[in-house]
């Protein structure tokens, strides 16, 4: 049966045992150290840009922003690392000369892109050996992704604003359209002036016959009523056949009359019918002119509204920060590698140290420490 772990005993180990432990940490820190020395110094420039809602958005809404909102800002993060993009840079800074990485390889190596989690700062870090050139690299890419940005709002504005173009040019030739009919309408004859000038000539007309008919059917009346008044065997018969002579042209004349009362009502109704149909057409035809006028006004009105707001519909990037030349490499890190060298020395000496106390301490024990220790000697 192992005997149980003595904590005293373990300690007494490691101080016998100190020296492997510093040799170890000796060795790795040294090690680090010249790898570190060694190893191309590179440095890490980095560029700041802010994006702002845009401005044609109310004020108030952009300080209540959501998180899904945030989120969706890091397809921003695609623009700014876009290969082309990074081809053009690495084409105007000589990237390539002397590296035969592909291009995918290079970006990984030198381009980093990233939005800070709930912010909308996104940050532009150029990694090169030379901290001027990562600088220059860093703010390219930054310009040249708020310029994109620009374009493709710019584009977006103008592919809507050809439409409204379309639109107002539409508007228009229905304008044209519209003020062409309605000219017509009101050039064609009859025009509803005359059409009215002659109904109420022609209700005249019919009020008057009316009343000569009425006039005419009151005389033949009264003479009738004198005619049998006159009906006695005493009463002179030329006088009789007078009156009824007179009574019956007076019947005659209001008869004319009345047909004529029914001629002219009908001519009335005639011409009637012709006035609504013409004022309906004309009416109609100015409606479709108002319509047109005031298609014509929205669309310009829309077109206006886009022109002013040509670039501030979209998201806008700004430079919030242009950084300067790294002073200090980003890699390698000195202090860390030593750092961690250390850590590991010890680690690994440690886990040594504790294996061979395991060791020795499942060997049989000889009568004394210091004797058994001799004896190993």
Same mark, same amino acid.
């Given at each position: 049966?192992?005997?149980?772990?003595?904590?005293?005993?373990?300690?007494?180990?490691?101080?016998?045992?100190?020296?492997?432990?510093?040799?170890?940490?000796?060795?790795?820190?040294?090690? $680090?150290?010249?790898?570190? +020395?060694?190893?191309?110094?590179?440095?890490?420039?980095?560029?700041?840009?802010?994006?702002?809602?845009?401005?044609?958005?109310?004020?108030?809404? $952009?300080?209540?922003?959501?998180?899904?909102?945030?989120?969706?800002?890091?397809?921003? %993060?695609?623009? !700014?690392?876009?290969?082309?993009?990074?081809?053009?840079?690495?084409?105007?800074?000589?990237?390539?000369?002397?590296?035969?990485?592909?291009?995918?390889?290079?970006?990984?190596?030198?381009?980093?892109?990233?939005?800070?989690?709930? #912010?909308?700062?996104?940050?532009?870090?150029?990694?090169?050996?030379?901290?001027?050139?990562?600088?220059?690299?860093?703010?390219?890419?930054?310009?040249?992704?708020?310029?994109?940005?620009?374009?493709?709002?710019?584009?977006?504005? %103008?592919?809507?604003?050809?439409?409204?173009?379309?639109?107002?040019?539409?508007?228009?030739?229905?304008?044209?359209?519209?003020?062409?009919?309605?000219?017509?309408?009101?050039?064609? #004859?009859?025009?509803?002036?005359?059409?009215? *000038? %002659?109904?109420?000539?022609?209700?005249?007309?019919?009020?008057?016959?009316?009343?000569?008919?009425?006039?005419?059917?009151? *005389?033949?009346?009264?003479?009738?009523?004198?005619?049998? !008044?006159?009906? $006695?065997?005493?009463?002179?018969?030329?006088?009789?056949?007078?009156?009824?002579?007179?009574?019956?042209?007076?019947?005659?004349?209001?008869?004319?009359?009345?047909?004529?009362?029914?001629? +002219?009502?009908?001519?009335?109704? *005639?011409?009637?019918?012709?006035?609504?149909?013409?004022?309906?057409?004309?009416?109609?035809?100015?409606?479709?002119?108002?319509?047109?006028? #005031? +298609?014509?006004?929205?669309?310009?009105?829309?077109?206006?509204? +886009?022109?002013?707001?040509?670039?501030?519909?979209?998201?806008?990037?700004?430079?919030?920060?242009?950084?300067?030349?790294?002073?200090?490499? *980003?890699?390698?890190?000195?202090?860390?590698?030593?750092?961690?060298?250390?850590?590991?020395?010890?680690?690994?000496?440690?886990?040594?140290?504790?294996?061979?106390?395991?060791?020795?301490?499942?060997?049989?024990?000889?009568?004394?420490?210091?004797?058994?220790?001799? !004896?190993?000697?």
């Amino acid at each position: 049966m192992p005997d149980p772990f003595e904590a005293r005993e373990y300690l007494s180990h490691l101080r016998r045992r100190w020296r492997l432990p510093a040799v170890a940490l000796a060795v790795t820190v040294t090690g $680090s150290l010249a790898v570190s +020395l060694l190893l191309p110094r590179r440095y890490t420039a980095r560029v700041r840009l802010v994006i702002e809602p845009p401005a044609g958005s109310d004020v108030r809404a $952009s300080t209540a922003v959501s998180p899904i909102y945030l989120e969706s800002l890091r397809t921003y %993060e695609h623009l !700014a690392s876009s290969d082309r993009l990074f081809a053009q840079a690495a084409q105007r800074f000589r990237l390539r000369n002397g590296n035969p990485a592909p291009i995918e390889k290079l970006k990984r190596q030198v381009l980093k892109v990233s939005i800070a989690r709930n #912010t909308k700062v996104m940050e532009i870090a150029a990694t090169l050996p030379d901290p001027k050139q990562a600088h220059a690299v860093a703010t390219y890419i930054a310009e040249e992704t708020v310029r994109l940005n620009r374009q493709t709002n710019r584009a977006a504005d %103008e592919e809507l604003i050809r439409d409204a173009r379309g639109q107002v040019q539409e508007a228009v030739r229905r304008l044209g359209a519209a003020e062409a009919a309605y000219l017509g309408q009101r050039k064609r #004859t009859p025009s509803p002036e005359s059409l009215r *000038s %002659e109904l109420d000539h022609l209700r005249e007309i019919r009020v008057e016959a009316a009343q000569l008919a009425l006039a005419a059917e009151i *005389s033949a009346a009264d003479l009738e009523d004198r005619s049998k !008044a006159a009906g $006695s065997p005493a009463a002179d018969k030329a006088e009789l056949a007078d009156l009824e002579s007179r009574a019956h042209a007076l019947r005659n004349r209001a008869g004319r009359f009345r047909k004529a009362e029914a001629e +002219l009502e009908s001519g009335s109704l *005639s011409l009637q019918k012709a006035l609504s149909n013409r004022t309906a057409e004309i009416e109609a035809a100015e409606a479709q002119l108002k319509e047109a006028r #005031t +298609l014509r006004e929205q669309a310009e009105a829309r077109l206006l509204n +886009l022109e002013t707001a040509v670039g501030l519909r979209g998201e806008r990037l700004n430079l919030l920060d242009a950084g300067v030349p790294p002073e200090r490499p *980003s890699s390698p890190n000195l202090p860390l590698n030593l750092a961690v060298a250390a850590g590991l020395g010890l680690f690994l000496s440690l886990m040594y140290l504790s294996a061979e106390y395991g060791l020795q301490a499942s060997r049989p024990k000889a009568a004394s420490e210091d004797q058994w220790i001799t !004896a190993r000697r």
